[in-house]
């Protein structure tokens, strides 16, 4: 099979407040101490799973990630909702598996 290549575009999560310290921490350190060199990039992984969510149909591999913006998302006054923050990153490359295959 030819390799494709892909532009990668910029990786953008919406996760709740509760869970972003380590999203909080990264941005203080990448971005605002200017710790932004490669050891100090993430990589990620998404993983499709089937129904039954015992077999992984597609897994997504980031690697390269850096973060440049966290923005917590505005709360609506008297809202009961969960807060929320955006956090976007560059991504260099991604990589598609299909199944279990690594």
């Known amino acids: 099979m030819d390799k494709v290549n892909l532009e990668t575009s910029n990786l953008v999560i919406t996760l709740s407040e509760a869970y972003a310290d380590p999203f909080f921490k990264w941005h203080e350190s990448f971005v605002v101490n200017g710790k932004n060199e490669?050891?100090?990039?993430?990589?990620?992984?998404?993983?499709?799973?089937?129904?039954?969510?015992?077999s992984v149909l597609i897994t997504v591999d980031f690697t390269g990630l850096g973060i440049f913006k966290l923005t917590?998302?505005?709360?609506?006054?008297?809202?009961?909702?969960i807060r929320r923050v955006k956090a976007e990153m560059y991504c260099e490359d991604i990589k598609f598996r299909y199944g279990d295959v690594l």
Do not use: C, F, M
Not at 72 to 81: F, I, L, T, Y
């Open 38 to 54: 490669l050891d100090h990039e993430k990589t990620g992984r998404l993983q499709y799973l089937s129904p039954d969510l015992k």
């Open 72 to 81: 917590p998302e505005k709360v609506e006054a008297g809202s009961e909702n």
